[in-house]
């Protein structure tokens, strides 16, 4: 019984990284994103990015996902975090949308 516990955690941990690959994905096509995507990179990965450093965006995204993998406790943060930068860019969009009508 103990198994089948442990392949339902395991089955919601990778169901968890799905989720977050997709909303990190969102983000970076988002207009602004890709500086809320090195964001999350800096704080979740602890990186400094100087100007000098190319970064592109799926290597931004593997890292975030390699760092949320190592550390599982951190996927349901991580999420939240790219949620709220989502939601955040989708809304100033629309603000600026209605400002333009």
Not at 9 to 34: C, F, M, N, W, Y
Not at 66 to 81: E, F, L
């Amino acid at each position: 019984m103990a198994t089948n516990t442990s392949e339902s955690t395991v089955q919601t941990a990778d169901q968890r990284t799905k989720h977050l690959s997709t909303t990190l994905q969102s983000l970076a096509s988002l207009e602004g994103g890709e500086g809320d995507l090195r964001a999350m990179y800096v704080r979740w990965c602890d990186a400094d990015i100087t100007e000098e450093t190319l970064l592109t965006r799926d290597a931004a995204i593997a890292s975030l996902l390699q760092t949320a993998a190592i550390a599982g406790r951190r996927i349901g943060k991580m999420q939240y975090d790219a949620q709220q930068r989502v939601s955040a860019l989708k809304g100033s969009r629309t603000r600026g949308a209605n400002m333009n009508e």
